[in-house]
């Protein structure tokens, strides 16, 4: 048996860090805490999402536990929800997810974890720049950019962080030099990446959210957000694309 | 000769509760106050306003007088309306409403009562249930419930009143007890209705407006608004569906 | 060489300006300011836009210059820029203009100018009606008479000033005495416009923006608005509609 209570915020947060790759996905509840990942239908990203036990506002489990879930609609629920509102996330039987928050209560079958796409391994990747500013600045750059171009090359040197887009007609530049960035090493860096997928992962955050970036060269990048006062970790881990 | 000063939101209040369900309807102005009623295409729902006079700022006619008007047009218009600017509402002749409010005036061909669908005698129902709420609340009941389904089934008996929608995969129910309603009589009921009636009437309604509902089982339901704090009476009776 | 500074505000306003007829346009770097003028691809209406180099917080122009731009480009990323923001505008070789605020620069290719519609010489009209109005005033009601019909009448005489539009069943007309304009001559004109022209016009100004119309009978319309303090000039000339 599964009895946990979680805020608004916590349950959106997790819902919304997933839906950005898949809609269907397992989630284990560890005695350590919340734990899911999942790559997304084209095997170009992983996200990977950790919730400590502490983080959450009662958390009990008798025996671990995997479930598999409609992602998409426990999302959808979670909006209707007040960010400081307590849910009680329960799990009674095999069959069901209950959600119950004021007086509202939502029975939602679960989906037989088998059923669902095997998980993924976590690569170990070395990745020599590591960048750290506020995802709500990555955000702006990254919806400037998609007006012009598919693509984004993200660079590191030891002048600073480059964020670089080319249109047809235009080209769009962003710079961030190491004392405008919060934590920065200089490292050698630089990789294409699919701006579809960034604008996805930047949904997750706002202004005031961590977010780690780590780079190598024509080489997979992550993408660490720290959500809701840190109290959620969400990874994202993106496949680059070749220059031409 | 009739000429009346209302508020925009008094105006605007008349107007949709009224296109919820038709966009031409007859308008009575009585010596004791402004009425209509009209049944909806269907036959499903009825929709009856009054507005005492007392509720309106300057009512004077002097003769009592039915009109036909496109309330869709009027509608559009009110909403161009501040909620507490004041407008004047007058036939001076047979062919057309005059709608006064700053420095604009409308000037609106009004319809040959006879051409519009003949009003509805009102039922007499004898229902065991009755159920006051926040109008706000019943609002964001339903709007979440029509996620799921069509339908939604309203119950009450002793220990409360609940709502309670069946999706393919899951199931919503609203429970209130008698303590957390504003008034309950604990009548047994149940019956099962549209959701799509239901969130047309809410839209007339905000949080902090009355909603009083009565209930038989499998039996039509009355909605009961008090609106612009107690000044418009708007009512809604809503035809059953048949539960499988 | 063209180096200058202005706020996101006036950036946005002079290509919103002129985008409401043209999606690319000269722009000349005066020595007296920036100066812009163009017409719609129907030859029905113009825009004349004029910055002082005062309004312009630094304003470096070696050689007058004249450039071509895709001016629905520089609207969009006028757009991400706060108003209050400093902007650097800088054409540093023949081939593109720089657009430099914060942390982000544009790269945007210029347009030959030659290969630009040839620029409309400005009409001397003599115009009897001058009316001085709060712009937001007149973008209500243009905003309310595009909902019944396609076209309206301005009108000016010793009474006031009139906007009148005509729907299949109903009429509005907004009336303003002079005693409730800003300035007005009482000057006789009775003209009609398309609402489409004029409604595009009104999209550069807001409330508290003076809008001052100039008006003959069957004749074009001036409409000039002081934007942004009175820092930026915006002039629209119309040509009238015939009335059936």
């Known amino acids: 048996m599964v009895e946990t209570i979680v805020s608004g915020e916590i349950l959106r947060t997790i819902a919304r860090a997933i839906v950005a790759l898949v809609s269907e996905c397992r989630i284990h509840f560890l005695s350590k805490g919340l734990h899911s990942r999942a790559v997304d239908p084209s095997n170009v990203a992983m996200v990977i999402v950790d919730v400590p036990k502490d983080s959450i506002e009662s958390y009990r489990v008798d025996v671990e536990k995997t479930i598999g879930v409609d992602i998409n609609r426990i999302f959808e629920i979670s909006k209707t929800i007040g960010s400081k509102d307590l849910v009680e996330v329960s799990i009674l039987d095999e069959t069901s997810l209950r959600i119950k928050f004021g007086s509202v209560e939502y029975n939602i079958a679960l989906i037989d974890p088998s059923a669902i796409r095997k998980e993924p391994k976590i690569p170990e990747l070395n990745l020599p720049a590591k960048i750290v500013l506020d995802a709500g600045e990555f955000k702006k750059a990254i919806s400037a950019t998609e007006k012009i171009s598919e693509n984004v090359v993200l660079?590191?040197?030891?002048?600073?962080?480059?964020?670089?887009?080319?249109?047809?007609?235009?080209?769009?530049?962003?710079?961030?030099?190491?004392?405008?960035?919060?934590?920065?090493?200089?490292?050698?860096?630089?990789?294409?990446?699919?701006?579809?997928?960034?604008?996805?992962?930047?949904?997750?955050?706002g202004a005031g959210d961590l977010l780690t970036i780590s780079l190598g060269t024509n080489y997979p990048g992550r993408f660490s957000f720290e959500l809701v006062g840190g109290k959620v970790r969400v990874e994202y881990i993106l496949a680059p694309r070749v220059e031409s």
Do not use: P, Q, W
């Not at 590191?156 to 249109?167: N, Q």
């Open 155 to 205: 660079k590191s040197d030891k002048h600073g962080f480059t964020i670089e887009a080319k249109g047809d007609i235009e080209r769009i530049t962003f710079t961030m030099t190491g004392s405008e960035l919060i934590e920065f090493n200089g490292g050698e860096a630089r990789s294409m990446f699919s701006i579809d997928y960034l604008r996805e992962f930047c949904k997750v955050a």
